[in-house]
């Protein structure tokens, strides 16, 4: 652990950077604080990477600044900046070793010989590489080229760790592994980690603070907890997780569906009046007969079962409410035994507590 | 045997076969016979066969006029090829880049490819005597030889640099070199066979080329010129002797410059000493 001077190890202050006459990032403002694991969650387009782009040199900010461990860095090239990036092309020198490849950013430093024989092979140590000593990249495989380049950019002990959405070129199995991978290398390295990533499940997945990107804008910031149970637009809501949108009246406390059928608002949302949407996660739902009673703390809605997909660990119940809108529930299978078929009527239930309300905009359609 | 000449019938596989040995043929038949006459102890080149004689090879090596000629074209051949190889690379690492009228810019430099030599030399002699530009070695032919082999100076680099990936030179400037050492450690030893491959074709260009360099030389001579001018006025076998002793000469530059790209290759290459196995 080199816990430095007081203070965040990356500061953006004010950042917008305009491209052709269009803001692809706008008045960022980030702080990183040191060994914090950081994702950049957004959809291609949203301004992540060049925010990215920005923190390793490769752009320059038309507006505000980058302070990194209190230095501005903001006009300095790559070359003098104390950040290593992963890329997601991993980006490995075709004609040097794997032990040269790393040996690099400790070369252009002037490190001593023996010193740099000795951090090259404590780093391919910690990917798991050692035995790849003299290689070339070429002969690697996607996931093992993916461990180089991170042993590459980690030998150099960065103030932060930039990470271009380094997995989205592996596969799903090797993907898990190396999310769980970096994970623990994050912790025994206690870098600080700036993780661009347009997968919801790798940020929820690793990141201590998942940073919401939109349109070059920052929509939300906060932990994986926070951004998933309670998003702070319905764009969040919509791109973490899935979510069951439903369009409704508010007064007095509820929401009225279009059919009459009433939803309970919580704590925060009753002082709402007018059109809302109202949003709640599949998997807070569960479905019940349909003379059951609703409890205090739930709500309610009638719905008729349009599809029942088995999935293994889950099943997927697509049903459609009286007024006309799809609804879909997600559970575990077990809980699902005594469901009604195809075509039956049931009850749709979910707490009160998990329930999203959101202005009724229509721009927020994603 | 395969299936593509199981499909062939007997006929169209000998047809085949008897053209290649045709090609082959003319292809290394006059070389050949070039190399038998450089030995005949005869006045004149050609047949009847007079008897073996070394007798050309030892008056070529004396010929003072045969052997500054070929010293003209070495010199010049091995300054046409530093000097294209290096344009070359410049418009290949320009390209790169996107600026207005790049495709103009590219495709004019490739365009004199198609222009037949003799008419670009016309045009030159002309230029150069409104310029009040004498003909000779250095000036005239040097710029003739460079407008000639620039455009395959560049199409030898230009793919080497163009499928290059510029997240790797990014990635070698993320760990702190700056863009000079990006150059000299990332890219330089990635195109270096583009590079080898400009400075050989480039030479042998220069080294062979002689329509131009008759029209802008002057009184000079390289060893093309020269060549010409004993054919017309003193065709004994000392011209053969004289050929075979270029085409030799030709050929040891394009083995070495081989040998030179696969040794390159086998041994890889890095930056600084490889960091010791441990």
Redesign the interface.
């Known amino acids: 652990m080199t816990a430095s001077i007081d203070g965040p190890d990356l500061e953006f202050s004010g950042v917008t950077k305009i491209f052709s006459g269009r803001a692809v990032v706008r008045r960022v403002s980030l702080t990183v604080q040191p060994g914090e694991f950081i994702a950049v969650l957004g959809p291609s387009g949203s301004g992540k990477s060049t925010l990215l782009k920005i923190a390793?040199?490769?752009e320059f900010p038309d507006e505000g600044c980058i302070l990194l461990r209190g230095k501005d860095v903001t006009t300095e090239?790559?070359?003098r900046r104390n950040?290593?990036?992963v890329?997601q092309?991993y980006?490995?020198?075709?004609?040097?070793?794997v032990?040269?490849n790393v040996?690099?950013?400790l070369?252009?430093?002037k490190v001593p010989?023996t010193e740099?024989?000795h951090k090259?092979?404590e780093a391919l140590a910690l990917v798991g590489l050692h035995r790849f000593?003299?290689n070339?990249p070429t002969t690697l495989s996607g996931g093992e080229q993916q461990r180089v380049a991170l042993a590459?950019?980690l030998v150099?002990r960065p103030a932060v760790l930039l990470l271009d959405e380094p997995l989205s070129a592996l596969d799903l199995k090797i993907r898990r592994r190396m999310q769980i991978e970096l994970k623990r290398i994050h912790q025994e390295v206690g870098t600080t980690f700036l993780f661009v990533t347009h997968d919801q499940e790798e940020a929820l997945v690793m990141a201590d603070r998942i940073v919401v990107m939109r349109e070059g804008a920052l929509e939300q910031v906060g932990t994986a907890r926070e951004i998933y149970d309670a998003p702070v637009t319905p764009f969040v809501a919509d791109f973490v997780g899935e979510l069951n949108w439903l369009d409704a009246n508010a007064s007095s406390g509820a929401a009225i569906l279009s059919d009459g059928a009433q939803i309970k608002l919580p704590e925060a949302s009753q002082h709402r009046r007018g059109p809302v949407r109202i949003g709640f996660r599949p998997e807070k739902m569960r479905l019940a007969p349909i003379d059951a009673v609703i409890g205090p703390q739930d709500n309610g809605v009638r719905a008729t079962i349009t599809s029942v997909t088995f999935q293994g660990p889950i099943t997927t119940v697509d049903l459609r409410l009286t007024d006309g809108m799809i609804v879909r529930c997600q559970s575990s299978a077990t809980d699902t035994i005594e469901l009604p078929e195809k075509g039956g009527t049931v009850l749709c239930l979910w707490q009160i507590g998990s329930t999203l309300v959101f202005d009724a905009s229509p721009t927020e359609q994603t | 045997m395969n299936a593509t000449s199981a499909s062939l019938s007997r006929n169209a596989v000998g047809a085949f076969g008897l053209f290649a040995v045709a090609v082959y043929f003319f292809l290394y038949a006059p070389v050949v016979t070039m190399v038998i006459l450089s030995f005949n102890d005869s006045i004149g080149i050609g047949l009847p066969w007079g008897g073996f004689t070394t007798r050309w090879y030892r008056e070529s090596f004396a010929n003072t006029l045969a052997i500054g000629a070929f010293f003209n074209s070495v010199r010049l051949a091995v300054v046409v090829s530093i000097v294209s190889t290096t344009l070359g690379l410049g418009v290949a690492l320009a390209s790169r880049r996107i600026f207005k009228g790049k495709a103009l810019v590219l495709n004019a430099l490739i365009l004199p490819l198609l222009i037949p030599g003799i008419v670009l030399a016309v045009g030159q002699i002309t230029l150069f005597n409104v310029m009040g530009f004498l003909p000779g070695l250095w000036g005239a032919t040097l710029l003739g030889h460079l407008v000639y082999t620039v455009p395959f100076a560049f199409l030898n680099i230009f793919p080497r640099v163009h499928r290059f990936?510029p997240?790797?030179e990014?990635?070698?400037?993320?760990?702190?070199?700056?863009p000079w050492?990006v150059f000299r450690?990332?890219l330089l030893?990635?195109i270096m066979p583009g590079l080898i491959a400009s400075l050989l074709f480039c030479f042998t260009l220069s080294f062979d080329e002689f329509t131009r360099t008759l029209f802008l030389i002057g009184s000079e001579n390289t060893l093309p010129v020269y060549f010409w001018s004993i054919i017309l006025t003193d065709p004994s076998p000392a011209a053969s002797a004289i050929a075979t002793l270029s085409v030799l000469f030709s050929l040891s530059v394009i083995g070495g410059g081989l040998l030179l790209l696969n040794l390159r290759r086998r041994k890889?290459?890095?930056?600084?000493?490889?960091?010791?196995?441990?």
Not at chain 1, 91 to 97: C, D, K, N, R, V
Not at chain 2, 170 to 178: I, N, Q
Not at chain 2, 268 to 278: E, K, L, R
């Open positions: 390793a040199g490769f090239p790559p070359y950040v290593n990036t890329f092309s980006a490995l020198f075709p004609h040097m070793s032990a040269d040996a690099y950013g070369r252009r430093k010989q740099i024989a090259v092979k000593w003299d070339s590459r950019a150099n | 990936d997240n790797i990014a990635a070698a400037a993320d760990l702190g070199a700056t050492v450690t990332i030893p990635q890889g290459d890095s930056d600084a000493t490889p960091v010791g196995a441990h």
